[in-house]
């Protein structure tokens, strides 16, 4: 069975996103291994650590080669992606050995998708800048269909995680054409 790598956004207990991942795990048990990326660990960039790359870096370079294709869910933060979000993927962007700027990223020519659960603009401006920043960084983004989730107030009043069946349709949606697109 081929891999597939989440990774979510935000590292908030009761995130959303994290939440919004778990519904497309169901719907791609027994198609792939599902694995998350876990990478509060990961320092700021400097290059000053590059000489002598940093453990957590290591590992999050090792389990992105491990992976088929990459999924990502993430809330917006002020009409673009989160900080930590874009600090995991400019180590990413780096060489694996910096000796030499020829030499390859862990993630390019990756096959990735994105979704994400935020307000009323259903996180568009962060997976709109998201999918340029993927693209730059040589990756395979599948930008449609994506599923951009605006959270009902339940979920800003009380802190539920509900989805509409039109928006679970959606999600499934980006499953099955994912799934095909990281067989193709
Ligand atoms: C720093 C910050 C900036 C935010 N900016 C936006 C925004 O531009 N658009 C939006 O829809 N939500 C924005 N939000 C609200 C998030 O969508 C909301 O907190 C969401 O629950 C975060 O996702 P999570 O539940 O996965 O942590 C922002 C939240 C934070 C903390």
């Not at 700021?44 to 957590?56: G, I, K, R, S, W």
């Not at 395979?140 to 802190?159: N, Y």
Request: charge should be neutral.
């Amino acid at each position: 069975m081929k891999n597939i790598l989440f990774i979510v956004g935000s590292l908030r207990k009761q995130s959303f996103n994290r939440q919004l991942a778990a519904m497309a795990e169901k719907m791609l048990v027994n198609k792939f291994n599902i694995q998350y990326l876990e990478f509060e660990d990961v320092p700021f960039m400097n290059q000053d650590l590059e000489a002598n790359t940093p453990a957590p870096v290591v590992r999050v370079r090792k389990e992105i080669l491990a992976a088929d294709g990459i999924w990502i869910f993430t809330p917006e933060y002020n009409y673009s992606y989160p900080g930590l979000l874009k600090n995991l993927l400019d180590w990413l962007s780096r060489p694996m050995d910096i000796s030499d700027f020829t030499n390859p990223t862990a993630v390019v020519g990756k096959k990735v998708t994105v979704s994400g659960a935020g307000g009323n603009n259903k996180t568009a401006s962060c997976r709109a800048k998201l999918n340029e920043l993927l693209e730059f960084m040589k990756m395979q983004v599948m930008t449609e269909p994506q599923t951009g989730i605006a959270l009902g107030i339940e979920a800003w009043t009380k802190g539920e995680f509900n989805l509409t069946d039109e928006q679970v349709a959606m999600l499934k949606e980006q499953a099955e054409k994912f799934t095909a697109f990281v067989n193709a």
